[in-house]
């Protein structure tokens, strides 16, 4: 079992399309070592370990040559299976939290239940096809193998905003300073799964 004493997991993923290695400390500093190939998901990746105080490093290759899907998709199921591994049986987490997240005119709110039930619901909508090189329907894509593999239940909802870039920087940190506060130990239940059922289960 994982304990919130040593809450880090490592998971390799290899496919004929993807090689990916990714390691998380959840109790970390938002120490960062990313390379994906796709500069503007490395640019995320930075920003939720930062704003999420969790590490992250992760390495990929993958057929880039094609087009960006199968990396971005690939990584998004390699950290979340990574979190899940790292949570363990979730005792003493505040399981719950939501953030209003500003980055000047764009506003995202972001709620998560780390309930062991994935399940998206995105209400994003960008009007660039891309933002550098990614494809910004991309974005769903990622964020979805995340919350599915992580077992989260998470809730994207972009309030308004004129900027893709920022639209899809404030979906990232959005999600880091939820994760951040559902993560934690809560001192009062530390020793408890805060579930009635005793149990959060992918």
Not at 51 to 59: A, F, G, Q, T
């Amino acid at each position: 079992m994982t304990t919130s004493a040593a809450r880090r997991a490592t998971i390799d993923r290899q496919t004929k399309e993807t090689r990916i290695t990714a390691s998380l400390d959840l109790d970390g500093t938002g120490a960062y070592d990313v390379a994906t190939g796709v500069g503007f998901l490395d640019h995320m990746l930075e920003q939720l370990a930062r704003h999420s105080l969790i590490d992250i490093e992760l390495r990929a290759e993958g057929d880039l040559h094609i087009d960006f899907h199968h990396t971005v998709e690939d990584c998004g199921i390699v950290l979340g299976q990574a979190l899940a591994k790292a949570l363990g049986d979730k005792r003493g987490i505040t399981r719950y939290a939501s953030v209003h997240l500003p980055m000047d005119e764009a506003m995202t709110r972001v709620a998560i239940d780390v309930s062991g039930r994935p399940y998206l619901v995105w209400d994003v909508t960008f009007t660039r096809p891309k933002l550098g090189e990614m494809d910004t329907e991309l974005f769903r894509e990622w964020f979805q193998a995340f919350a599915q593999n992580a077992g989260i239940t998470l809730h994207v909802a972009n309030l308004y905003g004129e900027n893709n870039h920022h639209i899809a920087e404030t979906c990232y940190k959005g999600l880091a300073r939820a994760l951040r506060e559902a993560i934690a130990i809560d001192p009062r239940q530390e020793q408890r799964v805060p579930s009635t059922k005793g149990t959060l289960s992918v």
